[in-house]
């Protein structure tokens, strides 16, 4: 049986009373002005250290004991936001796909699951836009971000993330879409960053990224 991760409410990891004391964005976060040259914005549910239950929520999917199935509960909370934001509409879903950020091969290993992944399939299934898996891959093992500078981030994650199979430069499944990509939190932006510079040489005409919370 599930549990709500607030009040321990079996049936559900997210009842509504705990539901209600999150505080779900009403906007979404523009990126031109704010030096990345890639990602045009960030949708995103929650502020991430505003609430414990957010971090506990999220911890919960990403780490030890691991809760696979909170992909639903936490894509509900996104489109929420999307829906709130006015942001759920056919003009802004047309012609898009979500691309999940990839995870490194040992964490992928260990944990069995790309988090990623399954919030985007989970997304997916609700605003019925196509989750292509396995087209964006990561390539170079990385340090841990939460350890480094911004700029440290930055180069870490440079040349970490390239195209599968990639012998032409623009992909027809990339080509004039625009991609979402999709992760867990978003911190300063450099993975979401790098991962747009590698999907926009690869045909994408615009990427956004789609966060479950973001680190302010």
């Known amino acids: 049986p599930s549990f709500c991760l607030g009040c ?6 997210l009842c509504e009373d705990c539901k209600a004391t999150l ?11 704010k030096n990345s040259q890639n990602l045009a914005g960030l ?4 502020p991430y250290k505003e609430r414990p239950l957010t971090r506990k929520l999220i911890h919960q999917f990403k780490y ?13 909370l996104i489109v929420e936001h999307l829906i709130i934001s006015g942001n759920n509409t056919d003009d802004i ?13 040992n964490k992928l290993k260990s944990r069995g699951y790309n988090q990623s992944e399954e919030l985007a399939k989970e997304l997916s299934k609700i605003i019925n836009v196509p989750a292509l898996a396995n087209n964006l891959i990561k390539i ?6 939460m350890e480094l500078s911004k700029k440290q981030r930055e180069k ?19 080509s004039d879409k625009k991609v979402f990509l999709v992760d867990d939190v978003y911190t300063t932006g450099s993975t979401m960053e790098e991962c747009a510079k590698v999907l926009k040489q690869a045909g ?13």
């Open 140 to 145: 170079k093992s990385t340090r841990p971000q």
């Open 43 to 46: 949708y995103f549910a929650l």
């Open 93 to 105: 879903w047309q012609n898009s796909i979500l691309i999940p950020v990839p995870l490194d091969k």
């Open 8 to 13: 321990q409410k079996e049936g559900t990891y």
């Open 156 to 174: 870490n994650l440079t040349g970490a993330f390239a195209i599968k199979n990639c012998g032409r430069p623009v992909l027809p499944q990339f």
């Open 23 to 33: 505080d779900i964005s009403e906007f979404n976060y523009l990126l031109a002005n």
């Open 64 to 76: 030890q004991p691991y809760i696979k199935a909170l992909a639903k509960t936490l894509a509900n």
């Open 204 to 216: 994408a005409v615009q990427v956004w990224g789609i966060a479950i919370a973001r680190e302010e």
